[in-house]
């Protein structure tokens, strides 16, 4: 496919973005950079000031912009928060063009991405689930790794917008199987956080020096983006969100509903969602996931 065509249009496009936050800030400068035009909503409009004096267009409402662009993007925190932006009739489904894209890139609930994905197709609207990994890192850099699920179609007509987030762009299969592959991944790094935490506390009260216990071992079998990006972060005390507590918190719960109904045990993730909701009532909650740290401290 012709790079910047989307089912006949350029990357004149007009790509609208709903949700500015760590990540959709990165994400939605990195398509103004691919040179697409990009519009946006928040409902905390000082958010999207850095996007604004870089070019990007305010708009009032959900419902003007869905009605404005031809691509909608979502980057928002909760599954609520997206059923509030998707339905009713002042959301996205109810004002998006015939025949325009929307692309929910928030780790959400499958069945909601079916149910975005069945209510569009009715409408001939395509949807896409399309959550992402890589925090805000990747966000910055623009090598988000991006799940995607959908029809194959839609997905090849718009992957040139998700290049420009992202370089590990893998369509996974029908409506919902992006969500699916994302709670994958975040079981993956749930047990993953605690070892971490725990070598790095071992290597500690054993007299070691952890940062260059740290160069060893995160280069080895044990290497993950948590051990080389985070683990440095525990060891400055840096704190600061790439990605929340309070959203880990989410996305685990997601995780664990969703493997309890197709009876499946998780005992690695149970255990690290009980630790980051402890963590969360210590008053953590806005902080980075490597504050897991302080409850082993």
């Known amino acids: 496919m012709e790079r910047g065509r989307i089912m006949g249009l350029s990357t004149s496009a007009k790509i609208g ?25 928040t409902r905390t409009k000082e958010k999207a000031e850095d996007l604004l004096t870089q070019g990007a267009t305010w708009i ?52 909601l991405a079916v149910k975005i994905y069945e209510q569009a197709k009715a409408r001939n609207i395509h949807a896409l689930d ?5 925090g805000d890192i990747g966000a910055k850099t623009g090598k988000l790794a991006i799940m995607v699920g959908g029809d194959g179609s839609a997905f090849e007509e718009v992957l040139p ?29 749930a047990s993953n956080m605690i070892g971490v935490v725990e070598a790095i506390v071992y290597a500690k009260k054993a007299g070691l020096d952890p940062e260059r216990v740290l160069d060893s071992i995160s280069r080895g079998a044990a ?24 959203h880990f918190i989410k996305d ?19 255990l690290s969602l009980k630790l980051y909701k402890e963590l969360a009532e210590n008053g953590e909650a806005d902080s980075g996931t490597q504050a897991l740290i302080k409850l082993f401290q």
Request: glycine fraction near 12%; avoid cysteine.
């Open 223 to 246: 290497a993950s983006f948590s051990l080389s990006q985070l683990g440095p972060r525990m060891l400055k005390g840096d704190f600061a969100p790439g990605f929340y507590v309070k």
């Open 60 to 111: 009032e409402t959900v419902k003007e912009l869905s009605q404005h662009v031809d691509v909608v993007i979502t980057m928002v925190g909760y599954p609520s928060d997206v059923e509030e932006v998707y339905f009713g009739e002042n959301g996205i489904l109810e004002n998006a063009k015939e025949g325009s894209y929307v692309i929910d890139m928030t780790t959400s609930k499958p069945s």
């Open 252 to 270: 685990m719960t997601i995780a664990l509903e969703s493997a309890e109904e197709m009876g499946m045990s998780t005992p690695g993730l149970a």
């Open 17 to 41: 973005f709903v949700g500015t936050g760590v990540m959709g800030k990165s994400m939605a400068l990195n398509l103004m950079n691919a040179g697409y035009p990009v519009y946006v909503y």
């Open 130 to 134: 399309a959550p992402v990994s890589g």
């Open 161 to 189: 917008i998700f290049q420009s987030m992202g370089e590990n762009i893998i369509h996974q299969g029908n409506a919902g199987a992006g969500q699916h592959t994302k709670l994958a991944n975040q079981i993956t790094i």
